[in-house]
């Protein structure tokens, strides 16, 4: 099982790299079969056994997720939209986006509002199968600790008072109806102007979407304690008045100044454990006094974690000024 999900992790980003260049001859079932060395009979079995989803039905919602930002984002004809994610007419390309979102492509463009994309499925991930590290390696890279200044913005989010970590986080929101992980990381990725977007279509940092602790502003304590909620949302611009989905909030962040605890790229499978330790261990023994400051923890305030191997893992600390 462990190998079928790394396998089929594989045909996850073949399918992302494939509609993100238009390539067609890519995204068919023979070609993605083929990629595997199995049967297309096979190959669809163990997707849909692993993820849930039908590889004809998922390669169909990824398609009209990256539409959709297309429409959103661009003034290109519906139509070239249309063909150039694999739809054979535009007709066909509305029926199809009317389903999923509720409405044509062409109202979606004149009155753009939240809705619910297909995020991409991470099938293989060590840490929610409980497989741990393979072996402990110590990164050749150091933390680096540096400050800066993050100006006004705002930040849209879903929070829960009762959880404990990413996992347990998200554990918990999708025992709760309409704020499950799909739904919530659906929704704010079809947001415009998220300050944070790499353009990619994804459930993380690359997409614009980020974990947050904000200490709490009535006090209220957490499930283990502390007065902060865990966040998971997007930061916007300060003048952003879109819509604000059910279940979310829409907080004002206020300029401010932050403590950085960086560590470079890394090998998610190899590395993971030993770099969040390292993290962990710097940010524990790190002198604020020393360095003219303190932790902030004024009610209000919000730390952020950022999350991406391929580029870094780093927590985003507010400071105040001795």
């Not at 993605?32 to 096979?42: I, K, N, P």
């Not at 353009?199 to 602790?213: I, K, L, P, W």
Request: a neutral charge; proline letters at 5%; glycine letters at 8%.
């Amino acid at each position: 099982m462990y190998e079928w999900r790394r396998q089929i992790q594989s045909i996850v980003d073949e399918i992302d790299n494939g509609i993100r260049n238009h390539e067609e001859e890519a995204l068919t079932l023979r070609a993605l079969s083929c990629r595997l060395g199995y049967s297309e009979f096979h190959t669809t079995r163990k997707f849909h056994e692993i993820s849930g989803l039908s590889l004809r039905s998922y390669l169909r919602q990824r398609r009209l997720a990256f539409a959709l930002k297309e429409v959103r984002d661009s003034q290109r004809k519906l139509l070239d939209i249309a063909l150039d994610y694999g739809f054979s007419s535009q007709e066909a390309f509305t029926r199809a986006f009317k389903k999923a979102y509720g409405m044509t492509p062409g109202a979606y463009r004149k009155h753009p509002r939240p809705v619910i994309l297909r995020t991409k499925i991470h099938p293989f991930d060590r840490y929610l199968l409980g497989l741990g590290e393979i072996g402990m390696i110590q990164s050749k890279d150091d933390v680096k600790i540096y400050f800066i200044t993050i100006p006004a913005h705002k930040f849209l989010h879903v929070r829960n008072y009762e959880s404990n970590g990413y996992w347990d986080f998200w554990q918990k929101q999708n025992q709760l109806p309409g704020q499950d992980y799909e739904t919530v990381c659906g929704i704010l990725d079809s947001v415009k102007g998220k300050l944070d977007d790499e353009g990619g279509s994804e459930a993380d940092c690359t997409g614009g979407q980020v974990m947050a602790y904000i200490n709490d502003p009535q006090g209220r304590l957490c499930d283990w304690g502390i007065p902060r909620v865990e966040c998971w949302g997007i930061r916007l611009p300060a003048e952003y008045r879109g819509e604000v989905p059910p279940h979310m909030f829409l907080m004002d962040v206020p300029e401010g100044e932050y403590a950085v605890f960086e560590h470079g790229p890394f090998n998610y499978e190899r590395e993971n454990i030993s770099v969040e330790q390292k993290i962990e261990s710097a940010m524990a023994s790190f002198d604020y006094s020393g360095a003219g400051c303190r932790l902030d923890t004024t009610p209000g305030r919000i730390m952020y974690f950022y999350y991406h191997p391929e580029q870094y893992f780093k927590y985003i600390r507010p400071v105040m000024r001795l």
